[in-house]
């Protein structure tokens, strides 16, 4: 087994600037909450500006720092460019700066979403500059991270033959045993490459044809393919991730238990499952788009229950098993990581609920979708991101953690599942969703939502402060870990 070296000074400051901009992103989250609370008032137009950066960047965030985690353990299996790490980084905060300046001096806040024809008619909200800056800025973001998926698809190619013995196709085939199968990490990263390709590439269509039609209003095309091409794109890229941050559950559980996670046939299988279904179940967002064909309404609905399923019943089932009477000593890198399990199994239960026909005509233009989607990624993916910051930081240095980091981990389950329930309740007595105002009797939810944020950012800063020492110590020497057979 390879063991990294080399990229992991790239690594540390990929995850410090993606932590920077999810508190930042945080922050923009609890004024919000407070507008809708009653609390302050900054107006719909500057409230429209924080919905559409705290999207914006607290997805792309996510995005960076998973891609982080993917890289660090893929690349001891298989051989990484650390200059294409660097340059994704290059783009990433060149792309970022462009989507703040479109979101605030240029005041485009036409959410991540930018449903055609809506950067190009704004009622005067914003300009062609807003709309192009902000436009640019997400394709040079979406470019870094392109590169880096065709980089690691070609150093498994090169490794494996095939991106389809990536995914172990060939083990399932019968035509190499279970022992020869590839480890977990290139598994799910072979399923990353794939889909998310797939989203870049819907992505990447839809805001050029955005940007024509900014520059060129004669120049038109067919709302429902926009609709469809953004929603893939969005749906794709904030749910894999999970699919490359849960590579540090696979890992740093094997490595604190001392016990292997084997890609077995099942776990094979379920992995190709999720990668046909991943791409497949973004319409159960377009249920109440009458116009759409009804035979994709019908196939988003019924992948969207069986999508959640394989792979996280798996490694829910995988990580109890791997953890069961293991001896295992806790610490805040392993307790993170088996709580971000707990998260992403939680939150899957409201969005499977959301994607029901039913329930999606009455809940989805409330506040149960960010609900749902805050738990997902907040106790799943964010719980990863801190997760493997702790497991790297105490892994190469000589740093102890001490009551404060205890005591944040527990603020920090609190808190995150306080913002979770003031979404999902709020949701459960139909308040709408991307309303900037609340009637009086929505919004005490929306105040408990921001007290509960405000106790998330410190528990947040207190895991940031940790690996900001960890940074800036001078480590006598990188410590290897203990290779697993």
């Not at 890289?71 to 001891?76: A, I, R």
């Not at 995914?167 to 990263?189: C, H, N, Q």
């Not at 799943?380 to 740093?399: C, E, P, Q, R, T």
């Amino acid at each position: 087994m390879k063991q990294i070296v080399r990229g992991k000074n790239t690594i540390v400051q990929q995850l410090i600037i993606a932590v920077i901009i999810v508190i930042a992103m945080m922050g923009f989250g609890v004024l919000m909450l407070l507008q809708q609370g009653g609390v302050v008032d900054f107006g719909p137009a500057a409230f429209y500006q924080f919905l559409t950066i705290h999207g914006t960047g607290m997805v792309g965030a996510a995005v960076l720092a998973s891609t982080a985690i993917m890289w660090y353990f893929l690349s001891k299996y298989v051989s990484l460019s650390e200059t294409v790490l660097k340059l994704n980084i290059v783009l990433f905060i060149v792309g970022v700066m462009m989507v703040i300046v479109g979101v605030f001096a240029f005041e485009f806040s036409g959410t991540w979403a930018f449903l055609y024809p809506l950067p190009a008619i704004s009622a005067g909200a914003w300009g062609t500059a807003g709309a192009l800056t902000y436009l640019v800025g997400m394709l040079l973001v979406g470019l870094g991270l392109l590169i880096v998926l065709i980089d690691a698809g070609r150093a498994i190619i090169k490794e494996y033959g095939s991106l389809g013995k990536g995914l172990g196709w060939d083990v399932i085939a019968g035509k190499k045993s279970e022992k020869d199968a590839p480890p977990a990490a290139v598994v799910a990263s072979t399923m990353v490459v794939i889909v998310d390709t797939a989203a870049l590439l819907s992505g990447t269509t839809v805001i050029f044809m955005n940007i024509i039609n900014v520059l060129n209003p004669a120049f038109t095309f067919d709302p429902l393919l926009a609709k469809n091409l953004t929603f893939a794109f969005g749906h794709i890229l904030a749910n894999s991730t999970i699919y490359m941050a849960v590579i540090a559950v696979y890992e740093i559980l094997s490595r604190s238990t001392g016990r292997p996670w084997k890609s077995n046939k099942i776990f094979l299988i379920a992995w190709t499952m999720s990668t046909v279904f991943t791409m497949l179940v973004y319409p159960h967002h377009l249920l109440q788009d009458t116009v759409m064909p009804t035979w994709a309404l019908i196939l988003g609905q019924v992948l969207s229950f069986a999508n959640g399923l394989p792979v996280l019943v798996i490694t829910a089932y995988g990580a109890l098993m791997i953890v069961y009477k293991s001896g295992i000593k806790w610490n805040m890198g392993s307790a993170l990581i088996f709580l971000s399990m707990f998260g992403w199994t939680a939150g899957v239960i409201p969005a499977i609920l959301d994607s029901a026909i039913m329930v999606n005509h009455v809940m989805h233009n409330t506040k149960w979708v960010p609900g749902h989607f805050h738990m997902y990624m907040g106790l799943g993916v964010v719980a990863m991101l801190f997760g493997f910051m702790y497991y790297l930081a105490l892994n190469d240095s000589n740093l102890k953690t001490n009551g404060i980091d205890r005591f944040a981990f527990g603020l920090y389950t609190l808190s995150i599942l306080g913002v979770c329930f003031s979404f999902l309740s709020s949701g459960a007595i139909s308040t709408p969703r991307k309303f900037a105002t609340h009637f009086e009797q929505w919004q005490a939810p929306a105040v408990f939502g921001a007290v509960s944020g405000i106790c998330l950012i410190l528990a947040v800063a207190t895991f940031t402060v940790f690996f900001l020492r960890y940074m800036f110590r001078k480590n006598k020497g990188y410590k290897v870990e203990e290779e697993i057979a």
